[in-house]
Protein backbone atom coordinates (compact mmCIF):
# COMPACT_ATOMS: atom_id res chain seq x y z
CA UNK A 1 0.00 0.00 0.00
CA UNK A 2 1.45 3.34 -1.07
CA UNK A 3 1.17 6.43 1.09
CA UNK A 4 -1.88 8.10 -0.91
CA UNK A 5 -3.80 5.00 -0.63
CA UNK A 6 -6.55 5.58 1.83
CA UNK A 7 -6.96 3.47 4.78
CA UNK A 8 -10.97 4.52 4.97
CA UNK A 9 -13.82 3.87 2.64
CA UNK A 10 -17.57 5.98 3.00
CA UNK A 11 -20.37 3.46 3.20
CA UNK A 12 -23.74 4.79 2.61
CA UNK A 13 -27.17 3.42 2.98
CA UNK A 14 -30.57 4.75 1.82
CA UNK A 15 -33.92 2.87 2.42
CA UNK A 16 -36.99 4.19 0.52
CA UNK A 17 -40.80 3.22 1.20
CA UNK A 18 -42.58 2.87 -1.95
CA UNK A 19 -45.96 4.03 -2.75
CA UNK A 20 -47.32 0.96 -4.80
CA UNK A 21 -45.48 -2.35 -5.54
CA UNK A 22 -42.11 -2.20 -7.39
CA UNK A 23 -44.22 -4.33 -10.51
CA UNK A 24 -46.95 -1.35 -10.81
CA UNK A 25 -47.35 0.95 -13.50
CA UNK A 26 -46.73 3.75 -10.58
CA UNK A 27 -43.30 2.36 -10.07
CA UNK A 28 -42.39 2.21 -13.75
CA UNK A 29 -40.66 5.80 -14.01
CA UNK A 30 -38.82 4.73 -10.83
CA UNK A 31 -37.88 0.70 -12.59
CA UNK A 32 -36.89 2.35 -15.81
CA UNK A 33 -34.16 4.85 -14.85
CA UNK A 34 -32.66 2.04 -12.26
CA UNK A 35 -30.10 0.25 -14.90
CA UNK A 36 -29.20 3.47 -16.01
CA UNK A 37 -28.23 5.16 -12.68
CA UNK A 38 -26.54 2.38 -11.35
CA UNK A 39 -24.39 2.21 -14.44
CA UNK A 40 -23.88 5.95 -13.86
CA UNK A 41 -22.75 4.98 -10.29
CA UNK A 42 -20.20 2.24 -11.04
CA UNK A 43 -18.63 5.08 -14.00
CA UNK A 44 -18.41 8.21 -11.56
CA UNK A 45 -15.42 9.17 -9.93
CA UNK A 46 -14.49 7.50 -6.55
CA UNK A 47 -17.52 4.62 -6.66
CA UNK A 48 -16.38 1.22 -5.20
CA UNK A 49 -18.88 -1.22 -4.33
CA UNK A 50 -22.24 -1.20 -4.35
CA UNK A 51 -25.35 -3.64 -2.97
CA UNK A 52 -26.48 -6.66 -5.44
CA UNK A 53 -29.22 -9.24 -4.01
CA UNK A 54 -27.99 -12.87 -5.17
CA UNK A 55 -28.72 -13.15 -8.80
CA UNK A 56 -30.41 -9.62 -9.72
CA UNK A 57 -28.40 -6.40 -11.31
CA UNK A 58 -29.70 -4.42 -8.06
CA UNK A 59 -30.49 -4.33 -4.65
CA UNK A 60 -34.35 -3.95 -5.02
CA UNK A 61 -35.02 -7.78 -4.39
CA UNK A 62 -33.88 -7.65 -1.11
CA UNK A 63 -36.30 -6.35 1.58
CA UNK A 64 -35.18 -6.61 5.28
CA UNK A 65 -37.30 -3.63 6.60
CA UNK A 66 -40.52 -5.35 5.25
CA UNK A 67 -42.19 -6.01 1.54
CA UNK A 68 -43.05 -1.59 0.99
CA UNK A 69 -39.25 -0.75 1.87
CA UNK A 70 -36.23 -0.94 -1.06
CA UNK A 71 -32.87 -0.21 0.26
CA UNK A 72 -29.78 0.96 -1.16
CA UNK A 73 -26.21 0.21 0.10
CA UNK A 74 -22.61 1.42 -1.68
CA UNK A 75 -19.15 2.12 -1.25
CA UNK A 76 -17.25 5.29 -2.41
CA UNK A 77 -13.54 6.47 -2.11
CA UNK A 78 -14.70 9.98 -0.36
CA UNK A 79 -17.68 12.13 0.91
CA UNK A 80 -17.16 14.34 -2.11
CA UNK A 81 -17.31 11.44 -4.81
CA UNK A 82 -20.86 10.55 -3.21
CA UNK A 83 -22.01 13.89 -2.79
CA UNK A 84 -20.83 14.57 -6.95
CA UNK A 85 -22.80 11.80 -7.99
CA UNK A 86 -25.73 12.14 -5.57
CA UNK A 87 -26.25 16.08 -6.40
CA UNK A 88 -24.34 16.77 -9.62
CA UNK A 89 -25.02 14.08 -12.15
CA UNK A 90 -27.88 12.61 -14.17
CA UNK A 91 -28.79 10.71 -10.72
CA UNK A 92 -30.29 14.24 -9.46
CA UNK A 93 -33.21 14.14 -11.90
CA UNK A 94 -34.70 11.00 -10.33
CA UNK A 95 -33.94 12.23 -6.48
CA UNK A 96 -36.14 15.41 -7.47
CA UNK A 97 -38.56 13.41 -8.48
CA UNK A 98 -38.31 11.01 -5.80
CA UNK A 99 -41.54 11.79 -4.14
CA UNK A 100 -43.74 10.36 -7.52
CA UNK A 101 -42.57 6.81 -6.23
CA UNK A 102 -41.58 6.76 -2.25
CA UNK A 103 -43.16 8.26 0.50
CA UNK A 104 -41.77 10.87 2.90
CA UNK A 105 -40.31 9.32 5.89
CA UNK A 106 -40.53 11.09 9.25
CA UNK A 107 -36.70 10.28 10.06
CA UNK A 108 -33.33 9.63 8.61
CA UNK A 109 -33.56 7.30 5.69
CA UNK A 110 -29.84 7.66 4.79
CA UNK A 111 -26.72 7.21 6.90
CA UNK A 112 -23.19 7.47 6.33
CA UNK A 113 -20.32 6.08 7.93
CA UNK A 114 -16.37 5.53 7.69
CA UNK A 115 -15.50 1.27 6.85
CA UNK A 116 -12.10 0.29 6.52
CA UNK A 117 -10.94 0.28 2.88
CA UNK A 118 -11.02 -3.21 1.15
CA UNK A 119 -13.83 -4.19 3.32
CA UNK A 120 -18.13 -4.69 2.13
CA UNK A 121 -20.27 -3.75 5.06
CA UNK A 122 -23.35 -5.41 6.14
CA UNK A 123 -27.10 -4.47 6.18
CA UNK A 124 -27.37 -5.48 9.91
CA UNK A 125 -24.27 -3.18 10.47
CA UNK A 126 -25.71 -0.36 8.29
CA UNK A 127 -28.78 -0.20 9.62
CA UNK A 128 -27.64 -0.12 13.46
CA UNK A 129 -25.73 2.98 11.93
CA UNK A 130 -29.04 4.52 10.82
CA UNK A 131 -30.66 3.73 14.04
CA UNK A 132 -27.44 5.25 16.10
CA UNK A 133 -28.47 8.34 13.63
CA UNK A 134 -31.47 8.55 14.30
CA UNK A 135 -31.33 8.57 17.83
CA UNK A 136 -28.46 10.73 18.91
CA UNK A 137 -28.12 12.76 15.55
CA UNK A 138 -25.17 13.09 13.73
CA UNK A 139 -21.57 12.02 15.35
CA UNK A 140 -18.58 10.25 13.33
CA UNK A 141 -20.01 6.92 14.20
CA UNK A 142 -23.33 7.79 11.70
CA UNK A 143 -23.50 11.23 9.92
CA UNK A 144 -24.75 12.70 6.90
CA UNK A 145 -23.89 14.86 4.24
CA UNK A 146 -25.08 18.12 6.21
CA UNK A 147 -23.05 17.39 9.18
CA UNK A 148 -19.96 15.55 7.67
CA UNK A 149 -17.70 13.53 9.28
CA UNK A 150 -13.75 13.06 8.66
CA UNK A 151 -12.27 9.77 8.27
CA UNK A 152 -10.80 7.76 11.10
CA UNK A 153 -6.36 8.65 10.88
CA UNK A 154 -4.48 5.97 9.64
CA UNK A 155 -2.75 5.02 13.20
CA UNK A 156 -6.89 3.78 14.38
CA UNK B 1 -29.17 48.17 0.66
CA UNK B 2 -27.88 44.69 -0.31
CA UNK B 3 -24.55 44.10 -1.98
CA UNK B 4 -23.69 40.06 -2.51
CA UNK B 5 -20.45 38.34 -4.29
CA UNK B 6 -20.49 34.86 -4.92
CA UNK B 7 -18.23 32.52 -5.77
CA UNK B 8 -18.51 30.10 -8.79
CA UNK B 9 -17.40 27.02 -6.55
CA UNK B 10 -19.38 25.12 -4.37
CA UNK B 11 -16.99 25.02 -1.97
CA UNK B 12 -16.84 28.29 0.65
CA UNK B 13 -16.85 30.03 3.67
CA UNK B 14 -19.62 32.58 5.29
CA UNK B 15 -18.56 35.40 6.11
CA UNK B 16 -21.60 37.23 6.57
CA UNK B 17 -23.63 35.99 10.52
CA UNK B 18 -26.05 39.16 9.87
CA UNK B 19 -23.64 41.53 11.65
CA UNK B 20 -21.96 43.84 9.66
CA UNK B 21 -18.45 42.73 9.63
CA UNK B 22 -14.99 43.78 8.43
CA UNK B 23 -14.64 41.57 5.32
CA UNK B 24 -17.67 42.42 3.84
CA UNK B 25 -16.98 46.31 3.87
CA UNK B 26 -13.63 45.98 3.14
CA UNK B 27 -14.51 44.57 -0.06
CA UNK B 28 -17.24 46.84 -0.85
CA UNK B 29 -14.92 49.51 -0.56
CA UNK B 30 -12.60 47.81 -2.81
CA UNK B 31 -15.35 47.93 -5.02
CA UNK B 32 -15.92 51.84 -5.31
CA UNK B 33 -12.91 52.43 -7.16
CA UNK B 34 -14.23 52.30 -10.53
CA UNK B 35 -10.78 50.69 -11.98
CA UNK B 36 -10.90 47.96 -9.40
CA UNK B 37 -14.66 47.35 -9.94
CA UNK B 38 -13.63 46.53 -13.81
CA UNK B 39 -10.96 44.39 -13.45
CA UNK B 40 -13.54 41.96 -10.58
CA UNK B 41 -16.04 41.82 -13.32
CA UNK B 42 -13.31 40.76 -16.15
CA UNK B 43 -12.03 38.35 -13.57
CA UNK B 44 -15.32 37.03 -12.43
CA UNK B 45 -17.34 37.05 -15.98
CA UNK B 46 -13.80 35.18 -17.35
CA UNK B 47 -14.91 32.11 -15.34
CA UNK B 48 -11.12 30.90 -15.29
CA UNK B 49 -7.86 32.14 -14.17
CA UNK B 50 -6.60 35.73 -15.49
CA UNK B 51 -2.60 36.71 -15.64
CA UNK B 52 -2.32 40.46 -15.46
CA UNK B 53 -1.09 40.59 -18.64
CA UNK B 54 -4.20 39.27 -20.25
CA UNK B 55 -6.43 41.67 -17.58
CA UNK B 56 -4.55 44.97 -18.43
CA UNK B 57 -5.20 44.47 -22.17
CA UNK B 58 -8.52 43.32 -22.12
CA UNK B 59 -9.24 46.29 -20.03
CA UNK B 60 -6.68 48.61 -21.76
CA UNK B 61 -4.47 49.23 -18.49
CA UNK B 62 -0.98 49.70 -17.77
CA UNK B 63 0.10 46.26 -16.89
CA UNK B 64 1.66 47.45 -13.09
CA UNK B 65 -1.70 49.47 -13.03
CA UNK B 66 -3.27 46.18 -13.13
CA UNK B 67 -1.40 44.63 -11.04
CA UNK B 68 -1.82 46.63 -8.14
CA UNK B 69 -5.39 46.70 -8.49
CA UNK B 70 -5.39 43.05 -8.48
CA UNK B 71 -3.41 42.35 -5.67
CA UNK B 72 -5.74 45.25 -4.04
CA UNK B 73 -8.84 42.79 -4.58
CA UNK B 74 -7.15 39.84 -3.54
CA UNK B 75 -6.32 41.80 -0.09
CA UNK B 76 -9.68 42.43 0.30
CA UNK B 77 -10.72 38.60 -0.24
CA UNK B 78 -12.53 39.41 -3.72
CA UNK B 79 -10.01 37.52 -6.08
CA UNK B 80 -7.62 35.22 -4.85
CA UNK B 81 -4.35 33.73 -6.13
CA UNK B 82 -4.11 30.86 -8.06
CA UNK B 83 -1.02 28.92 -6.39
CA UNK B 84 1.57 26.84 -7.54
CA UNK B 85 1.14 27.48 -11.44
CA UNK B 86 3.89 27.82 -13.45
CA UNK B 87 3.35 29.65 -16.87
CA UNK B 88 5.07 31.12 -20.13
CA UNK B 89 2.52 33.51 -20.39
CA UNK B 90 3.80 36.40 -18.57
CA UNK B 91 6.56 37.19 -20.52
CA UNK B 92 10.39 37.86 -20.29
CA UNK B 93 11.48 37.95 -16.75
CA UNK B 94 12.78 35.93 -13.95
CA UNK B 95 11.20 33.03 -14.91
CA UNK B 96 8.82 32.90 -11.58
CA UNK B 97 5.75 31.34 -12.05
CA UNK B 98 2.99 33.50 -13.24
CA UNK B 99 0.41 35.10 -11.02
CA UNK B 100 -2.84 34.40 -11.93
CA UNK B 101 -6.35 35.83 -10.40
CA UNK B 102 -9.48 33.94 -9.71
CA UNK B 103 -12.88 34.83 -8.20
CA UNK B 104 -12.53 34.19 -4.61
CA UNK B 105 -14.45 31.35 -3.29
CA UNK B 106 -15.80 33.08 -0.24
CA UNK B 107 -19.31 34.30 -0.29
CA UNK B 108 -19.20 37.91 0.76
CA UNK B 109 -22.80 39.71 1.76
CA UNK B 110 -23.61 42.55 3.40
CA UNK B 111 -27.05 44.02 4.24
CA UNK B 112 -28.04 47.27 5.87
CA UNK B 113 -29.89 47.28 8.42
CA UNK B 114 -28.73 44.18 9.24
CA UNK B 115 -30.27 41.14 7.97
CA UNK B 116 -29.58 37.32 7.73
CA UNK B 117 -32.12 35.81 5.19
CA UNK B 118 -29.76 32.82 4.59
CA UNK B 119 -30.38 31.71 8.22
CA UNK B 120 -33.95 31.89 7.71
CA UNK B 121 -33.96 30.15 4.49
CA UNK B 122 -31.47 27.12 5.67
CA UNK B 123 -34.31 26.88 8.20
CA UNK B 124 -37.18 27.00 6.24
CA UNK B 125 -35.74 24.26 4.01
CA UNK B 126 -35.03 21.96 6.79
CA UNK B 127 -38.65 22.12 7.56
CA UNK B 128 -39.68 21.62 4.01
CA UNK B 129 -38.07 18.26 3.83
CA UNK B 130 -38.93 16.98 7.26
CA UNK B 131 -42.56 17.46 6.36
CA UNK B 132 -41.66 16.72 2.75
CA UNK B 133 -43.48 19.35 1.09
CA UNK B 134 -40.78 19.67 -1.95
CA UNK B 135 -43.42 19.67 -4.68
CA UNK B 136 -45.44 23.06 -2.72
CA UNK B 137 -41.76 24.90 -2.97
CA UNK B 138 -41.74 23.87 -6.67
CA UNK B 139 -44.97 25.33 -7.21
CA UNK B 140 -44.22 28.25 -5.68
CA UNK B 141 -41.04 28.78 -7.60
CA UNK B 142 -43.22 28.27 -10.88
CA UNK B 143 -45.60 30.66 -9.74
CA UNK B 144 -42.91 33.16 -8.92
CA UNK B 145 -40.64 32.76 -11.88
CA UNK B 146 -43.93 33.41 -14.26
CA UNK B 147 -44.21 37.03 -11.90
CA UNK B 148 -40.29 37.53 -13.04
CA UNK B 149 -40.73 36.59 -16.64
CA UNK B 150 -43.80 38.75 -16.93
CA UNK B 151 -42.22 41.78 -15.56
CA UNK B 152 -39.28 40.70 -17.53
CA UNK B 153 -41.05 42.54 -20.81
CA UNK B 154 -39.62 42.26 -23.71
CA UNK B 155 -36.10 42.18 -22.55
CA UNK B 156 -33.32 39.54 -23.91
CA UNK B 157 -33.15 36.63 -21.70
CA UNK B 158 -30.08 36.45 -21.30
CA UNK B 159 -30.39 40.22 -19.52
CA UNK B 160 -32.88 38.98 -17.17
CA UNK B 161 -30.77 36.21 -16.19
CA UNK B 162 -27.89 38.15 -16.09
CA UNK B 163 -29.63 40.33 -13.88
CA UNK B 164 -30.58 37.66 -11.58
CA UNK B 165 -26.99 36.52 -11.41
CA UNK B 166 -26.99 33.44 -13.18
CA UNK B 167 -24.41 34.51 -15.40
CA UNK B 168 -25.64 32.33 -18.55
CA UNK B 169 -22.77 31.87 -21.01
CA UNK B 170 -23.97 30.67 -24.62
CA UNK B 171 -22.78 27.64 -26.60
CA UNK B 172 -24.18 24.62 -28.45
CA UNK B 173 -27.72 25.98 -28.46
CA UNK B 174 -27.99 26.12 -24.97
CA UNK B 175 -27.32 28.31 -22.02
CA UNK B 176 -25.29 27.53 -18.94
CA UNK B 177 -25.64 29.17 -16.03
CA UNK B 178 -21.95 29.74 -14.18
CA UNK B 179 -23.12 31.04 -11.33
CA UNK B 180 -26.09 29.96 -8.91
CA UNK B 181 -27.80 32.51 -6.57
CA UNK B 182 -28.77 30.00 -4.53
CA UNK B 183 -25.32 28.66 -3.92
CA UNK B 184 -25.11 28.21 -0.06
CA UNK B 185 -28.53 26.97 0.11
CA UNK B 186 -28.05 24.60 -2.87
CA UNK B 187 -24.78 22.86 -1.80
CA UNK B 188 -27.16 22.49 2.08
CA UNK B 189 -30.19 20.78 0.33
CA UNK B 190 -29.46 20.13 -3.28
CA UNK B 191 -32.88 18.24 -4.45
CA UNK B 192 -35.02 21.25 -2.63
CA UNK B 193 -32.96 24.20 -3.69
CA UNK B 194 -32.19 23.11 -7.32
CA UNK B 195 -36.07 21.66 -7.71
CA UNK B 196 -36.99 25.06 -6.82
CA UNK B 197 -34.02 26.85 -9.27
CA UNK B 198 -35.41 24.59 -12.16
CA UNK B 199 -39.06 25.66 -11.84
CA UNK B 200 -38.51 29.10 -11.19
CA UNK B 201 -36.36 29.40 -14.72
CA UNK B 202 -39.45 27.35 -15.99
CA UNK B 203 -41.90 29.79 -15.08
CA UNK B 204 -39.63 32.52 -16.32
CA UNK B 205 -39.38 31.11 -20.08
CA UNK B 206 -43.18 29.87 -19.63
CA UNK B 207 -44.40 33.72 -18.99
CA UNK B 208 -42.07 35.02 -22.09
CA UNK B 209 -44.21 32.22 -24.25
CA UNK B 210 -40.24 31.14 -25.26
CA UNK B 211 -41.86 28.12 -26.68
CA UNK B 212 -39.18 26.63 -27.89
CA UNK B 213 -36.85 27.38 -24.78
CA UNK B 214 -36.56 24.80 -22.14
CA UNK B 215 -35.03 24.43 -18.54
CA UNK B 216 -33.87 21.29 -17.38
CA UNK B 217 -32.07 19.66 -14.37
CA UNK B 218 -28.40 18.94 -15.72
CA UNK B 219 -26.20 19.29 -13.11
CA UNK B 220 -22.19 19.11 -13.14
CA UNK B 221 -19.62 19.98 -10.92
CA UNK B 222 -19.25 23.76 -10.98
CA UNK B 223 -21.87 25.25 -12.28
CA UNK B 224 -25.41 25.58 -11.66
CA UNK B 225 -27.78 22.48 -12.01
CA UNK B 226 -30.22 23.86 -15.02
CA UNK B 227 -29.42 24.55 -18.43
CA UNK B 228 -31.82 26.37 -20.63
CA UNK B 229 -31.89 24.71 -24.35
CA UNK B 230 -32.36 26.41 -26.65
CA UNK B 231 -33.41 25.84 -30.57
CA UNK B 232 -33.15 29.04 -31.77
CA UNK B 233 -30.70 31.97 -30.93
CA UNK B 234 -31.69 34.94 -29.66
Not at chain 1, 36 to 52: D, H, K, Q, T
Not at chain 1, 73 to 84: A, F, H, P, Y
Not at chain 2, 73 to 98: D, I, M, N, Q
Request: proline content about 7%.
Amino acid sequence: MTDSSPTHHLAQLNIARMRAPLDSPAMSGFVDRLDGINALAEGSPGFVWRLVDGDGDDATGLRPLGDDTIVNMSVWETVDSLWNFTYRSGHMEPLRLRRQWFEHMGEAHTVLWWIPAGTVPTLDEAWERLNLLRTDGPSAEAFTFRSPSSPPSPQN
Amino acid sequence: MRATVRPRSRRHTREHNGRMDHASIAAARALADPVRRRLYEYVAASGDEVSRGGAAEALGLQRTLAAHHLDRLVEAGLLEVALGKTSGREGPGSGRPAKLYRRAERELSLSLPPRDYELASRVLADALERCGAEEAVYASAREEGRRIGGEGGDRPLTELLEERGYEPESGDGRLLLRNCPFHSLARAFPPLACGLNVELLRGVLEARGEGNTRARMDPAPGRCCAVISKNNTD
